[in-house]
């Protein structure tokens, strides 16, 4: 028994909970106020039906009224004629409409005052209903602009449900953007480097790259020939063929005179 109890409290809390979210204060203050325009308008239908029942009796007793003096003018006119019996008869039957009239007269006042209570009733209702609308219009005009300035708070910070999914976009683009910009950033330090091909340069033929080869080793060489000249002293430099290849220059045989094998003694025209 514990058990149920619990559990139809805890039902009874989700459901309050549920219905409390979902509950719309300017529609549960448009329900009230039509709850008491219904209310007023039954006031009302009771203060005319009450008021139509007072006319009834009006009418009846008027209708007594004129019977009963009816009775009277004929019991007279009897009595004149002689005819005792005659106006006895008729001032039987005006005693017995006065017992109504009377009667009816009561019934009347109570149900004057009935209708004089529903009337003033139903004024104060139709004045309560009335503030109650002002009221209601001014607490609704004051819960939508609560509303408004929350919603455009919440649109602000992007935490409402409508800008979350437009947070979250934004977002997803600036991480893509920033991921773009990093790749491409590491793409041009590497092709810098020389880490990777740049594929969309012009393609050299085989003899252009045979050519700055060459011209790239003659250059070594000959750097290379300075260098040992300037730590020889002696070696001479080496120069570089057509073909790239170093070689030693060939050096040109200088002219010498030849001493005279015949002395000068021997050569004629001087003495001996």
Same mark, same amino acid.
């Given at each position: 028994?514990? &058990?149920?109890?619990?559990? %139809?409290? &805890?039902?009874?809390?989700?459901?309050?909970? #549920?219905?409390? %979210?979902?509950?719309?204060?300017?529609?549960?203050l448009d329900y009230s106020y039509q709850k008491q325009l219904e209310m007023l308008t039954k006031v009302r239908r009771g203060v005319a039906d009450v008021a139509t029942?007072?006319?009834?009796?009006?009418? @009846?007793?008027?209708q007594l009224q004129g019977q009963s003096a009816k009775l009277k003018d004929q019991a007279?006119?009897?009595?004149?004629?002689?005819?005792?019996?005659? #106006?006895?008869?008729?001032?039987?039957r005006r005693s017995g409409l006065e017992q109504q009239v009377v009667d009816l007269s009561a019934q009347h006042s109570a149900l004057q005052g009935e209708e004089e209570k529903l009337t003033l009733a139903s004024q104060r209702l139709q004045a309560k209903v009335e /503030?109650?609308?002002t009221r209601k219009e001014t607490i609704k005009a004051?819960?939508?602009?609560?509303?408004? @300035?929350?919603?455009?708070?919440?649109?602000?910070?992007?935490?409402?449900?409508?800008?979350? $999914?437009?947070?979250?976009?934004?977002?997803?683009?600036?991480d893509k953007t920033a991921q773009l910009q990093a790749r491409s950033s590491a793409l041009d330090e590497l092709l810098a480097s020389g880490a990777l091909d740049d594929v969309t340069?012009?393609?050299?033929d085989d003899i252009s790259l045979e050519l700055e080869r060459m011209a790239s080793g003659s $250059?070594?060489?000959?750097?290379?020939?300075?260098?040992? /000249?300037?730590?020889?002293?002696?070696?001479?430099?080496?120069?570089?063929?057509?073909?790239?290849?170093?070689?030693t220059?060939?050096?040109?045989?200088?002219? @010498? /005179?030849?001493?005279d094998p015949v002395g000068p003694a021997d050569q004629p025209g001087r003495p001996a």
């Open positions: 028994m514990g &058990i149920m109890n619990r559990f %139809a409290s &805890i039902f009874r809390a989700k459901a309050n909970k #549920a219905l409390d %979210a979902r509950e719309d204060p300017r529609e549960t029942s007072r006319k009834r009796l009006e009418l @009846q007793l008027n007279a006119k009897a009595l004149g004629m002689g005819r005792e019996d005659l #106006a006895r008869e008729a001032l039987t /503030a109650f609308r004051t819960y939508t602009a609560a509303e408004a @300035q929350t919603r455009i708070g919440e649109a602000f910070t992007g935490i409402s449900e409508e800008m979350s $999914d437009v947070g979250l976009a934004v977002q997803r683009a600036e340069g012009t393609s050299k $250059d070594v060489e000959s750097q290379l020939a300075a260098m040992k /000249a300037q730590v020889g002293g002696s070696e001479a430099p080496k120069e570089i063929d057509a073909g790239g290849e170093a070689t220059p060939v050096e040109t045989p200088t002219t @010498q /005179a030849t001493p």
